[in-house]
């Protein structure tokens, strides 16, 4: 068992750096002068990784709901 905590420790604490950007969008959006490309794909990026968190997340509280409701005529 502490075999199984030590390892999941360090999955969770090591960290490698990564680079998620094709070479074609690294290199239009550093080329560019004002930098307003790079805010643009930044921005989008952001919204499309909220949008299945707030879907999901909607589903689930509507399930919450519907299985959580108070039963009538009892107290």
């Known amino acids: 068992m502490k075999k199984y905590i030590v390892i999941l420790l360090l999955v969770l604490l090591v960290t490698v750096p990564a680079e998620a ?3 074609m969008c690294r290199a239009v959006l550093e ?8 805010k643009g794909i930044n921005d989008g990026i952001v919204y499309l990784m909220a949008i299945p968190y707030l879907l999901i997340g909607g589903i689930g509280f509507l399930i919450y709901k519907k299985f959580n409701k108070p039963k009538k005529g009892k107290a």
């Open 31 to 38: 080329s560019e002068e004002g930098q307003g490309a790079a």
């Open 21 to 23: 950007q094709c070479a």
